[in-house]
């Protein structure tokens, strides 16, 4: 089946540096890409829908110039945390969707655990 | 997306079938009904969908009522495994945009 590789699983950074995320798509190409956060024993989160070649969308109160979102290709969207502080710690996960005749499909990444010290 | 109502949690006995509820009065026409599960830490897996008739795959049953405004997603033989919180969500099947939007979901422990 389809995967999604999200690195890394889980980082630890000081307060104020920044974390890159990755997200690919192995063996296909994801026409749009989103990312989420989940805090602990809460739902996800949706925080941005990033399509290849433009600018990402965000969802109301999700700061775009603190999450960073390129999206320079079909296999491959990067989300950066930029200025980490503790209320950032969560896990994030990266969705990857796929559009057919008639059928739509998501795949997830395995989450990356952000903690801020 | 329409919403849909999920008890916050069950526990099931291993071995058991596990029966989870969720209730989508307000679904159209067009939305589908489906499943994914979160197990701890991990990202969310799709598990099933359906439109209006009952279905069936490797991982559970979905049945769906007659006026689609409710459904209940069967784990047959629940192991320890299964222990994860699960999403129903409705939507089209291809939808604008893409996105997929979770509710609170059910958290269900399988105890041994």
């Known amino acids: 089946g389809a995967v999604v590789s999200q690195h890394p699983s889980w980082v630890i950074c000081k307060s104020g540096t920044s974390v890159k995320i990755e997200c690919r798509s192995l063996d296909f190409q994801a026409t749009t890409m989103f990312w989420y956060r989940q805090f602990p024993k809460q739902s996800l989160m949706l925080m941005a829908t990033s399509n290849e070649g433009s600018k990402a969308t965000y969802e109301q109160g999700v700061e775009k110039d603190k999450f960073l979102i390129n999206h320079a290709s079909l296999t491959l969207s990067t989300l950066t945390v930029t200025s980490a502080h503790p209320e950032d710690s969560s896990f994030y996960i990266c969705s990857a969707r796929v559009v057919g005749t008639g059928y739509e499909k998501l795949f997830f990444g395995s989450g990356t655990q952000l903690s801020v010290l | ?112």
């Open chain 2, 1 to 112: 997306d329409a919403k849909t109502t999920q008890p916050p949690s069950m526990d099931c006995a291993e071995g058991r079938a596990a029966n989870l509820p969720c209730n989508h009065s307000t679904i159209s026409g067009n939305e589908y009904v489906y499943w994914y599960r979160q197990i701890h830490s991990q990202g969310p897996q799709y598990i099933i969908h359906g439109l209006k008739n009952n279905e069936t795959n490797e991982m559970a049953s979905l049945i769906i009522t007659e006026d689609r405004k409710s459904s209940t997603l069967i784990l047959p033989h629940a192991t320890l495994r299964d222990t994860a919180v699960y999403y129903c969500i409705v939507r089209p099947r291809i939808q604008q945009g893409g996105k997929l939007i979770f509710g609170q979901g059910t958290e269900l422990s399988v105890k041994p």
